[in-house]
C-alpha cells in the first residue's frame, strides 16, 4: 500500500502537468479529482472561455483515459449519445445488424453545455451516470470502469436551454463554480496563447488500475463519528430552513458529503477527515440539490449564501 506521502506527491505530479496546459483554476481542477476519485459525476457552470473543456481534456490525457466529447444542441437524439444498429452485409451477402457504439462509451465522457439538450436525450444520459451501463434496444451494455460523466453549463444563456431536472441534477456528486482568473493569471493566459505556440509533452501520471485502487482507498479514509454526524445535521437543516430554502436535499447529499471529504483529504494528503474539509465541500454538494424560496430570491441570495448562512 502506498504512503500518504507517496499519494499526495502523485496527486501534486497531476497538478503540475495540468499547470503546463491550463493557468490556475485550481479549485474547479480539485474539485472534478474529488468526483473522479468519489467514482462520480460533476456539473461545471461557468461563463464561456473559461477552460472548463479544456481542463478536462487534459485531465483525460494525465490520466490516460479514453475521452469523448459531447456537444449538446436541441437536435441530438438519445441514439447520437448511445450509439445505434447499423445493417452489415458479409462477403456472402448476407445481412445482419451490428452495433454500432456512441461517444458515451468512454472513460470521461464531456457532455458540453447539457442544458442545450432535450429532456429526451439527457435522459439518456442518466442511466450511464447511475448505472454505469447503456441499453439499446433489449440489449444491456455495460461500460468501462472507470467512467464518469463531466458536464458543462453556461449560467446566461436562456435561449434555446432545458434546465436539468432535479432529478438528474441529484445524480451529479458535484456542481462546480468556475470563477474568471485574477489578472496576473490572465496575463500569464494572454502570454501562453497569444504567441507563438508551443506543443506541450504531457506525462501520464495515473493508469486506469491506479485510479480504480485510489477510488477504494478514498473510501477507506476515517471519519470520527461527530463528523459523520456534523454532515447530516447539515444536510438535515436543509429540510428545517422553510424560510430560505423551499426543498431540501435528500439522503444521497450526505453520502456525498462524507465521501466528497475523504477525497478532499486523500488528494491533500491528509490521513483523516477533518470539520474543514465536510465545510469545503458542503457548497459544491449542495448548491444544486437545494430549491431556494420566493423570501430568499427576493432578499438577492443565491443558494451559496444559504450554504454559508447554515454553516454558521
Do not use: W
Not at 499547470?19 to 461557468?46: D, F, P, R, W, Y
Not at 444536510?235 to 475523504?262: C, D, H, Q
Amino acid at each position: 500500500m502506498k504512503s500518504i506521502e507517496q499519494i499526495r506527491a502523485t496527486f501534486d505530479q497531476i497538478f503540475k502537468e495540468i499547470g503546463k496546459v491550463v493557468v490556475g483554476q485550481e479549485e474547479m481542477l480539485k474539485h472534478t479529482l474529488v468526483s473522479i476519485m468519489c467514482n462520480s459525476n460533476a456539473l461545471l457552470e461557468s461563463y464561456p472561455g473559461l477552460a472548463k473543456t479544456l481542463s478536462i481534456s487534459t485531465l483525460a490525457r494525465i490520466m490516460d483515459l479514453k475521452f469523448s466529447r459531447i456537444q449538446s444542441t436541441p437536435d441530438l437524439l438519445p441514439s447520437d449519445i448511445t450509439g445505434t444498429y447499423i445493417i452489415e452485409e458479409s462477403n456472402s451477402g448476407k445481412k445482419s445488424f451490428k452495433f454500432q457504439p456512441g461517444p458515451i462509451f468512454s472513460n470521461i465522457v464531456l457532455a458540453d453545455e447539457i442544458n442545450r439538450a432535450t429532456p429526451k436525450t439527457q435522459s439518456a444520459l442518466l442511466e450511464a451516470m447511475q448505472e454505469k451501463q447503456v441499453t439499446v434496444g433489449n440489449t444491456t451494455y455495460p461500460l468501462e470502469q472507470p467512467f464518469f460523466v463531466l458536464a458543462t453549463q453556461n449560467p446566461i444563456e436562456q435561449e434555446g436551454t432545458y434546465p436539468l431536472p432535479e432529478a438528474q441534477s441529484d445524480r451529479f456528486l458535484l456542481k462546480i463554480k468556475v470563477g474568471y482568473p485574477s489578472v496576473d493569471e490572465e496575463l500569464e493566459i494572454v502570454n501562453r496563447y497569444a504567441e507563438a505556440l508551443k506543443n506541450i509533452n504531457l506525462k501520464p501520471v495515473l493508469k486506469k488500475d491506479h485510479i480504480l485502487y485510489l477510488q477504494n482507498l478514498t473510501r477507506q479514509v476515517p471519519v470520527a463519528n461527530d463528523l459523520k454526524k456534523y454532515a447530516v445535521d447539515i444536510v438535515t437543516k436543509t429540510r428545517n430552513k422553510k424560510g430560505m430554502i423551499e426543498y431540501g436535499a435528500s439522503p444521497r447529499a450526505s453520502i456525498g458529503l462524507i465521501l466528497a471529504s475523504k477525497a478532499l483529504a486523500l488528494i491533500e494528503g491528509r490521513k483523516h477527515v477533518s470539520k474543514e474539509d465536510i465545510n469545503r465541500m458542503a457548497f459544491p454538494i449542495l448548491r444544486h440539490r437545494i430549491l431556494l424560496s420566493f423570501e430568499a430570491e427576493r432578499n438577492n441570495l443565491d443558494e451559496d449564501s444559504v450554504i454559508k448562512q447554515m454553516l454558521r
